[in-house]
């Protein structure tokens, strides 16, 4: 699928879209990276060794970075979980294409054919964790494969690819090239490439990723660690001294030895008669200077990823919730910053390709949707609803779509049902025995007939009322008297409080407007 286009590139040039293969299966210079393993350089790794490495990758030889990166990710259980959080955190974000400003008709419809067309990709959320594999190494390559399909091109994949593969063009520093044996490198094939970078740092690309940053607190650790180690080896178990007789033969003496060391791990051994095993206290030791550096070195790592510590670790002296809070807004920060990042990316590489490709509204490559992360939060309707209450009284004029938008609700559309405030059903005033009158407008000379009305709810007709509520009460008690405070809480749910209720209802009713009749008065 191979045409000439007017489609142009984001520098204004005509580009020749070659879209059937992927460049690295189509270009023969470039099948030797298809057997390329990594050389994994943290075996024995050395300061002086990262120093190497590092200076190396200045020079645009990745290889050795980018594969320190791999080991330390893997090896290293609190980088690795330090940077899940990070990139997993991209993953729950929903996001949304908008259209071009003051988009005209043709635009909208354009925007929302490429909405529809990502929102039933199957690789889009793949592609969005293997973008931020840009974090920790600086940049991330992925392959698209697309295909045409009712004469659309879709994309079909996104196939992340080896940061090793990669060097740094010789004379732009901020180019990536694909590894073909030249010098320079083969470019990169314009519609072919999800090409994402993540600056934890200003600088060229070959020192922007967080490797460069982890590579020092990983090699002390590891130092660490292994001294640990030998220190348990050593001073965790007890010394096993042998003692043969003299005149043992070497035979005798070399039997004995075997013992002694085999005995610790076996729990168990044999030695000839006359000579002895015996069991020392190890000498006093500490771990503490080596935890000390463990930790040093895995809040240094967090420090760098996460910018902090609290939302990955607690000592239990210095962690608060306030300070916990702090900490957990600083990686939202960096969520955000992340974010936005990935959207450039993929708003150049994904959509302006979609766009450019299938789109009648296309007219220049400055002029296209975008792709677009939602990171606005919720506001708490509680805590809004009282201000925006006083705000209304001041006839300060709040649109309802503003609403609508800090409270995320969505606004109602064609014409679907809404929630509404349910009418309170009351009883009519004509069931209040005694207060018909109450139904005109009340004046002073009607205070006599209220007054009469709360006589006709008096006690004594509560006290009937009550009957009904205590009639199970009561009959338990004539049967059982010893046993009802064990049978209260049975009874309970059979007594008949409606009576009651609706009483009480109505004395509270007469009582508020005889408080209404006799305000001024009091």
């Known amino acids: 699928m191979k045409r000439q286009s007017p489609i142009l590139d984001r520098w204004g040039k005509p580009i020749n879209i070659d879209l059937e293969v992927p460049q690295t299966k189509d270009e023969a210079a470039l099948a030797h990276l298809q057997s390329h393993y990594g050389g994994h350089p943290s075996s024995g790794l050395t300061p002086g060794r990262i120093a190497a490495i590092l200076k190396d990758a200045e020079r645009g030889n990745l290889i050795a970075q980018c594969e320190l990166a791999e080991d330390m990710e893997e090896k290293d259980a609190h980088i690795q979980s330090e940077l899940g959080k990070r990139r997993l955190a991209l993953m729950s974000v929903p996001w949304n294409i908008t259209a071009p ?4 008709a043709e635009e909208k419809r354009d925007a929302e054919m490429i909405e529809s067309l990502l929102r039933s990709a199957t690789w889009l959320d793949d592609a969005i964790f293997d973008a931020a594999d840009a974090i920790l190494k600086g940049f991330s390559n992925q392959e698209l494969h697309w295909d045409y399909i009712e004469n659309t091109h879709v994309i079909v994949g996104c196939e992340w690819t080896d940061p090793s593969w990669f060097q740094v063009h010789p004379n732009e520093r901020n180019q990536l090239m694909l590894r073909d044996g030249s010098h320079t490198g083969m470019a990169l094939r314009q519609f072919g490439w999800l090409s994402h970078r993540a600056k934890s ?12 940053v982890l590579a020092w607190p990983y090699l002390f650790k590891n130092y660490s660690v292994r001294d640990l180690a030998e220190f348990l080896e050593i001073y965790g178990l007890p010394l096993r001294i042998g003692k043969y007789p003299e005149g043992a033969s070497q035979t005798e003496k070399a039997t004995l030895l075997r013992a002694v060391m085999s005995i610790g791990h076996n729990a168990g051994g044999i030695i000839p008669k006359g000579m002895e095993i015996e069991f020392e206290k190890a000498a006093d030791g500490a771990s503490d200077p080596f935890m000390a550096m463990v930790a040093w070195a895995e809040k240094s790592q967090s420090k760098a990823i996460l ?6 670790q607690a000592d239990g002296k210095s962690s608060t919730n306030a300070l916990g809070n702090v900490h957990n807004d600083v990686r939202e920060d960096i969520r955000n910053a992340d974010l936005k990042a990935l959207q450039n990316s993929i708003t150049r590489d994904i959509i302006y390709p979609l766009y450019a490709l299938n789109c009648k509204s296309y007219q220049s490559p400055h002029r296209h949707p975008r792709f677009e992360f939602d990171t606005s939060e919720a506001e708490d309707l509680s805590a809004l609803t009282s201000p925006l209450k006083t705000l209304v009284e001041l006839g300060i004029q709040i649109p309802q779509s503003w609403i609508h ?17 349910q009418a309170v059903k009351t009883e009519p005033v004509e069931q ?10 009340v004046s002073t000379d009607d205070q006599t007939a209220i ?19 205590l009639k199970p009460l009561m009959a338990l008690a ?3 008297p010893d046993g ?24 509270m009713f007469v009582a508020e407007l005889w408080g209404q009749v006799n305000a001024e008065a009091i």
């Open 478 to 480: 004539e049967q059982d």
């Open 405 to 421: 938008e800090k409270g995320r609700i969505p606004m109602p559309a064609n014409n679907e049902p809404v929630l509404t405030l």
């Open 201 to 212: 740092k200003s600088g060229y690309i070959t020192r922007t990723g967080l490797a460069r």
């Open 101 to 104: 400003p003051g988009a005209s």
């Open 307 to 312: 910018g902090g510590t609290l939302t990955s």
């Open 484 to 507: 009802l405070s064990a049978k209260l809480g049975t009874i309970w749910p059979q007594m008949d409080d409606q009576a009651l209720t609706e009483r009480i209802a109505q004395v």
């Open 432 to 441: 209040l025995r005694g207060v018909a009158v109450l139904k005109a407008d």
């Open 451 to 469: 007054e009469h009305a709360l006589d006709a709810l008096s006690a004594g007709e509560l006290n009937t009322d009550m009957v009904s509520v």
